[in-house]
């Protein structure tokens, strides 16, 4: 009878806690690839808005871009039991969602594209939509452009959408593109030597953002101008055009889709957000540099212009 009591006063103290306090000591696995400088950005982002709630802890797993890294991460995450996964990417989504993980995943730093293929109840996230064809507006103004070289890694789906999309519109400019597919960093060197281009375009894949700054430093010693998705800001070198989406607005909202997610348990109903401010980065001083023309619209229309 004393069993029962007890049993009895706990459920009247469990549903007579606040809203939210249900799930208390939270523990949430985030996939992280590796090489990608926005999604570090975004995660220290994340963290800080989650900051407020003590209870909530994360555990980070840092997969190689490739597909087994990414099931596996998503498969230790599971194997801890926790209340929620984020995902920064498309393929690491689609890994981690492949795995059914029976908890809500957070989808961040996709494009619209890829994020309008991402299917499940249980799923919500963030995502963002570049004006990718304004680049190759301005490699035009900067200097003849006839061939371009796009890089990509055909396994990171956000990679090969980008490459997909550049290669069709540099077609509409009179650009001939030539996809160079860069699966191992350490490839790089090779794949850019025998490359015969007037200049070069990067997707946002964390193979080419490990090796992002031998990209630039091989380009600019053959004076081959570089459009860039990413944003390497806490490096030094930066390619001539950077277009890339606020990582901290990601990070943010991503966020809060995340205490919303935790608190009712599911991501159901959340939906899609996008991420709208990004920044368009105008090297004015590698422009210089290398002798190129300079481009009057890109100095107007940067948010930031290196001098």
């Given amino acids: 009878m004393k069993r029962a009591f007890l049993a009895g006063l706990l459920l009247v103290l469990l549903f007579s806690l606040p809203p939210g306090a249900a799930w208390a000591g939270s523990t949430v696995g985030v996939i992280l690839t590796r090489g990608t400088p926005s999604y570090e950005i975004s995660y220290d982002a994340l963290v800080k808005y989650v900051s407020g709630r003590k209870d909530v802890k994360f555990i980070l797993q840092r997969p ?11 498969r230790k995450l599971m194997a801890v039991d926790v209340s929620a996964i984020v995902t920064y990417g498309a393929s690491a989504t689609f890994a981690a969602l492949k795995e059914n993980p029976g908890v809500p995943v957070i989808f961040v730093g996709l494009t619209k594209t890829t994020a309008a293929r991402v299917k499940g109840k249980n799923v919500a996230g963030v995502y963002s ?73 990067v997707t946002e894949c964390a193979t080419a953002g490990t090796a992002y700054q031998s990209i630039l430093g091989a380009m600019w010693d053959r004076k081959i101008p570089v459009a860039s998705l990413i944003d ?10 950077t277009l890339a989406p606020d990582p901290v607005e990601q990070g943010q909202l991503a966020g809060q889709l995340l205490l919303e997610a935790l608190e009712r348990s599911s991501a159901s109903g959340l939906g899609r957000v996008e991420s709208g401010r990004f920044s368009l980065i105008y090297n004015y001083r590698q422009s210089v540099v290398m002798g190129l023309r ?12 290196i001098y």
């Fill in 129 to 201: 939509s570049l004006p990718l064809a304004s680049l190759l507006r301005y490699l035009k103004e900067i200097q003849a452009t006839r061939v371009l070289g796009v890089l990509y890694d055909s396994r990171e789906a956000d990679s090969a959408h980008e490459t997909a999309e550049i290669t069709k519109v540099s077609k509409e400019y009179g650009i001939s593109p030539v996809k160079l597919n860069l699966v191992k960093a350490g490839g790089v060197a090779a794949l850019l030597a025998n490359a015969r281009i007037d200049a070069l375009y």
């Fill in 64 to 74: 190689y871009p490739d597909p087994v890294s990414w099931s596996n991460s998503a």
């Fill in 232 to 241: 390497d800001s806490r490096k030094p070198a930066q390619a001539l055009i």
């Fill in 294 to 305: 300079i481009s009057l619209g890109l100095v107007t229309e940067a948010t930031r212009v």
